[in-house]
C-alpha cells in the first residue's frame, strides 16, 4: 500500500486503500501555507484577529477585511483560500438567517458550528465538487439576557426565547469553535490555524484558559502578542493585524460583534512590539554569554 496519492487523490470521493481522502489532505496543506488567524474565549466574551500580510504598497490600509460577522452576536475569520472563506460566511449568514426567520431568536454558536460543519463535510463527499480549502474559526455571544422575538405581536411565546424557562437554566455565554476542511469541528478555549499555528498554539497553551480566563481586554493584548510571535516566521514581510471582538450585555459591545476599536488596538500592537523587541534582547544577551564561556574553556585548559 502506497502513502502517496498515486491514483487516489483523483478524486474527491476515493479512499487511499489505507483510508486516506488525499483530496481533504491536500485543502489542509493549502491552508498551513495561510496567514495566520486565532481566536481566544474570554471569561466575558471572544477576541478574533487574524494575520492579513501587505503583498502591494498598492493595497489601502484597513479595506480588506477578512474576519466577517455572521449574526449580530457572532463573527468569523479563517485562513486559507480568500475566495473559499466568502463563500463559507455567505452560507453560515443563511444559516443564522434561516435559525433567526424560523425560532424568532439568534442562532446559538454550537448549533451554527454544527450546521456549518455538516456543510463543509458535504464537500468532501461528492467528485463534482472539492473540499474547502480553508478553516474557519466562529465565536461570539449566547446572550445571557431575554431578546425581544423579531417581529413580535403580542407577548410572544410564554416559555421565552428560545424555549427558556425563566429561572430555572442560565444561557448564554461566550463560544468559540474551529471547523477544519474535513468538516471536522471542536469547541475551544483558544484556537489558531494557518501558518503561524505552531508558535500561536504554544503560546495560547501557557496561558491556562481552561483555569483562568482572560478578561475581554486581556484577551485582545494576548492576541495582539501571539500574533506578532506567529510572525516572525514570515517577518521579512509586512502584515496588518485585524482585531474583532464581541462581549456579554454587560461589556463594551452590548452583545454585539464589532471591530475591537482604534486606541486598544495601537495599544496592544504597541504592548506586543515591545514584548518581542524585549524576546530579542534576552536572546542576543544570553548568546553573548554563551560565546563569553566558550571562549573562556580553551585559555583555562591552557593554563592548566
Not at 463535510?121 to 461570539?140: D, E, L
Amino acid at each position: 500500500m502506497t502513502s502517496i496519492g498515486t491514483g487516489y487523490d483523483l478524486g474527491n470521493s476515493i479512499f487511499s486503500p489505507d483510508g486516506r481522502n488525499f483530496q481533504v489532505e491536500y485543502a489542509v496543506k493549502a491552508v498551513e501555507s495561510a496567514s495566520t488567524s486565532l481566536g481566544i474565549r474570554c471569561k466575558d466574551g471572544v477576541v478574533l484577529a487574524c494575520e492579513k500580510l501587505v503583498t502591494s504598497k498598492l493595497m489601502k490600509a484597513g479595506a480588506n477585511k477578512r474576519i466577517a460577522t455572521v449574526d449580530r452576536n457572532i463573527g468569523v475569520v479563517s485562513s486559507g483560500l480568500l475566495p473559499d472563506g466568502k463563500h463559507f460566511t455567505s452560507r453560515a449568514r443563511e444559516e443564522a438567517a434561516e435559525w433567526r426567520n424560523f425560532y424568532k431568536a439568534p442562532i446559538p454558536i454550537a448549533n451554527l458550528a454544527d450546521r456549518m460543519g455538516s456543510y463543509v463535510q458535504i464537500y468532501t463527499m461528492y467528485n463534482s465538487v472539492r473540499p474547502f480549502g480553508i478553516t474557519a474559526i466562529i465565536g461570539g455571544w449566547d446572550s445571557e439576557n431575554e431578546l425581544p422575538v423579531d417581529g413580535q405581536v403580542g407577548t410572544g411565546p410564554s416559555t421565552g426565547t428560545g424555549g427558556k424557562q425563566p429561572g430555572k437554566v442560565r444561557e448564554g455565554g461566550p463560544g468559540l469553535y474551529m471547523i477544519e476542511p474535513s468538516g471536522l469541528f471542536w469547541g475551544y478555549y483558544g484556537a489558531a490555524t494557518g501558518k503561524g499555528r505552531q508558535a500561536a498554539k504554544a503560546e495560547l497553551e501557557k496561558l491556562n484558559l481552561h483555569e483562568t480566563p482572560l478578561s475581554l481586554e486581556d484577551g485582545v493584548r494576548e492576541a495582539a502578542r501571539i500574533m506578532y510571535i506567529a510572525h516572525e516566521d514570515s517577518k521579512d514581510k509586512d502584515f496588518e493585524l485585524e482585531m474583532t471582538w464581541v462581549s456579554s450585555m454587560s461589556g463594551p459591545t452590548k452583545g454585539r460583534h464589532e471591530e475591537v476599536p482604534k486606541e486598544l488596538q495601537e495599544e496592544a500592537e504597541r504592548l506586543a512590539k515591545k514584548a518581542l523587541e524585549g524576546d530579542e534582547e534576552d536572546e542576543d544577551d544570553a548568546a553573548k554569554e554563551a560565546g563569553t564561556a566558550g571562549d573562556a574553556q580553551p585559555s583555562d585548559a591552557m593554563e592548566e
